[in-house]
């Protein structure tokens, strides 16, 4: 005897991830997001404020207040852990945000570059220790 064919559910599209940033005041990097990255404060949470997002375009950045380390020692620094990696779509786009961040101050814990995979590359540093990758084609 077999059994009657179950009706297929249509397959879930992903349409975006958003980055979990920990940090230790969730007004001085919202402020740190929109002043020196361009970002937009989405919204902030609780009183005091213990979460909040900012976004630019379609990238969207979680900020989570906490008191203590979340990572244990110095791996974070010692390993250059990511917290988030953003794209743009063109050369001329990467090239030109990386110059722009440069005009004012932004702390790059890496340059831009290009890599060995094809992309063009920088990473900064936010107040937190937070690593973010800016990532886009090479050529």
């Known amino acids: 005897m077999t059994s009657p064919a179950r009706p297929v559910a249509p397959r879930s599209i992903l349409h975006s991830t958003e980055a979990q940033l920990f940090v230790a005041d969730i007004q001085a990097s919202c402020a740190f997001y929109t002043d020196k990255l361009g970002f937009a404060v989405a919204f902030v949470y609780g009183d005091p404020p213990f979460y909040g997002q900012v976004t630019r375009d379609h990238a ?3 900020l989570r207040a906490i008191d203590e380390p979340v990572f244990a020692g110095d791996i974070r ?19 030109q945000l990386f110059l722009s961040y440069q005009s004012v101050g932004v702390p790059f814990q890496q340059s831009l570059q290009k890599e060995s995979w094809g992309a063009r590359t920088f990473v900064v540093r936010d107040p937190d220790g ?9 050529d």
């Open 60 to 62: 969207r950045l979680n």
């Open 77 to 95: 620094e010692r390993e250059q852990l990511l917290s988030a990696t953003l794209t743009v779509a063109t050369r001329a786009e990467i090239e």
């Open 130 to 138: 937070n690593l973010v990758l800016f990532a886009g084609p090479a």
